[in-house]
């Protein structure tokens, strides 16, 4: 996994200003602080929120609206594997059960010793080769008790 | 003579370990002294035999799947002795071409998928791209807008809407204005990635279809708005973008000509319902994703309240073909109202899944029997959803509907993106009806009630129902929550979420506690 930046206010502002010769900026700047800090610092809100003439509430709004941003940083190693339809066809749920009995967490949530996050998504586009899962930001197909157990003995669960 | 040797980039056969596979090539030719060169294609789309390599033979492709690294270097090494012809080997496939699953396709979007190097200009262009632009920069704008409308392409994003009226709207609102092309690459519906296919493998197809839309209706700014679920594609895009600014393509003089186009491609962040255009317009503008009340149209007030037309990707990617053929080679194909052809996309238990594109007519049973060879498991199909998560459950009874938007409407289904997802007869149809208002619930956004409040009480309601407590009763709730939520809500989320509901009741009724449906004879 990567190493993410402690938050700063300057180096928030840095990113916005980055971005603010774009059309609506508050997306990819949203995505950019998520990369550098690993998630959305709730002090970033009001800097960004002024930064782009925009009240507090309405950059709050936005990102609580989508799930892809984060609130609090993530476990060191993400795994996210697909409940959605064609997965299910091919036994996805098991495959949950199984990571969930391992990591002694619900899907959704992160491990006690920070190791693990470990969620739900909804379809990667590898329909044909179900399941699938994405680790760290690694696509994964044809996901097997056998692959899943491997990924899961890395992070040491 | 350098031998060239294909193995694709798309993200199905890399998350089958395509790349793995691709070093290993490149390993073994060094050390066979073979002169390689390595192409990382897009996908053929028989992704059941991803990672697929193919070897050129002679001016044929042959092909070699499902590849382990073991058997690529094996298969690499007996090269420098072998034409790939010639070579025995228990995952040789023969010419690619001749695979029955690629060779009964009529590829007009995909014609170039997986033959070219997606990035490759030259490669495009070799291949007959840009033909289109030419074409459409040969002639009026309101004449390229007639040549789609002519086409017959209706809005493959799923709610089939004629694509050259959409175009004609924009087009006739006042120049001087900033006027937008928005590509929805959203790709939310499960089993489908024809979408994501295309742009991983011919990424200029689309850039093409959205310089000759920014011509036609005066539009000088394109947006992708692409989900974040989909990195491969966003690189091969990007990529893309870059050479045909590079070539001119893109820019203030599109080829040359007084058009000015650029592109810009931009992430999503993971909600489904920024699929719905409205929704996603709102986060182009970087706002919540919530959906708009219409009118007005976005062809009107779209983008930043400007006149934006916004299609799905293999609407703007079936254009390129539309120009450089002439609409009546498109509107040839078909049936009834729905001309052309369909990138169609079998998915989940299925034996041979992957993109099939034809013409439409071709019937389900065909595609899930025959063409998808059946399950991957082996057992029975008991149900297929085609369309997405909004899209109704058929059972084999309804094999016969042929691919049509009509068809699948009048068997109160929805061809949508034309996903076709197959489950065995280990499916459990209630699971499924609960995991529709789930799916819901999880993904409103939350503006009107019948959504938002009805898919958790329909969760809820679903839940007792497996449990097996009061089922008629409950089932009487479940029956009068979809009316709600058909009716009562302002996007197909919520409106349409009792499709797969309802079907799953009406089709599958002894999973819900019901006695089993009695067919009449002649529907078996
Ligand atoms: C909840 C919801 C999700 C949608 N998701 C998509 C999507 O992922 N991609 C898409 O092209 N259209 C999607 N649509 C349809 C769009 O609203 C719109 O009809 C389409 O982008 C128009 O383009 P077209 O005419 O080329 O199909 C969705 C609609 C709804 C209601
Ligand atoms: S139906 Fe659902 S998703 Fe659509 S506008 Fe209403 S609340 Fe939003
Ligand atoms: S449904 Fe899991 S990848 Fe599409
Ligand atoms: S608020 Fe949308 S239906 Fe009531």
Known sequence: ?157 | MTIRIFIPRDAAAVACGADDIARAIAAAAKKAKLKADIVRNGSRGMLWLEPLMEVEDNGVRYAFGPMTEADASKIVASLAKTPASKIKHALALGPTEQIPFFKKQTRLTFARCGITDPVSLADYKAHGGYKGLERALAIKPIEIVEEVTKSGLRGRGGAGFPTGIKWKTVHDTPMGQQKYIVCNADEGDSGTFADRMIMEGDPYVLVEGMTIAGIAVGATKGYIYLRSEYPHAEIALNEAIRNARAAGLLGPKVAGSAHAFDLEVRMGAGAYVCGEETSLLESLEGKRGLVRAKPPLPAHKGLFGQPTVINNVLSLAAVPYILSEGAKAYYDYGMGRSRGTMPIQLAGNIKHGGLFETAFGISLGELVDDIGGGTHSGRPVKAVQVGGPLGAYFPRSHFDTPFDYEAFAARDGLIGHAGVVVFDDTANMAKQARFAFHFCAAESCGKCTPCRIGAVRGRETMDKIIAGQNTEANLAVVEDLCNTMKFGSLCALGGFTPYPVSSALNHFPEDFGRPAQKLPAAAE
């Open chain 1, 1 to 157: 996994m990567t190493a993410f930046e402690p938050w700063s206010e300057e180096r928030t502002s840095s990113i916005v200003a980055a971005h603010t010769h774009l059309e609506g900026p508050l997306m990819p700047i949203l995505h950019a602080i998520q990369e550098a800090f690993g998630f959305v610092p709730e002090a970033a809100i009001p800097v960004i929120a002024r930064d782009l003439n925009l009240s507090r509430a309405e950059v709050h709004g936005v990102v609580t609206f989508y799930h892809d941003f984060r609130r609090e940083p993530a476990g060191r190693k993400i795994i996210k594997v697909c409940r959605a339809e064609a997965c299910q066809s091919m036994g996805c749920e098991s495959l949950v059960k199984h990571a969930e009995d391992r990591l002694g967490i619900e899907c959704g949530g992160t491990t006690a010793d920070g190791r693990v996050t470990f969620e739900t998504i909804y379809c990667l586009g590898l329909c044909a080769t179900a399941p699938s899962a994405m680790v760290d930001g690694k696509i994964i197909g044809r996901l097997d008790t056998a692959k899943l157990d491997k990924i899961l003995s890395e992070t040491g669960a």
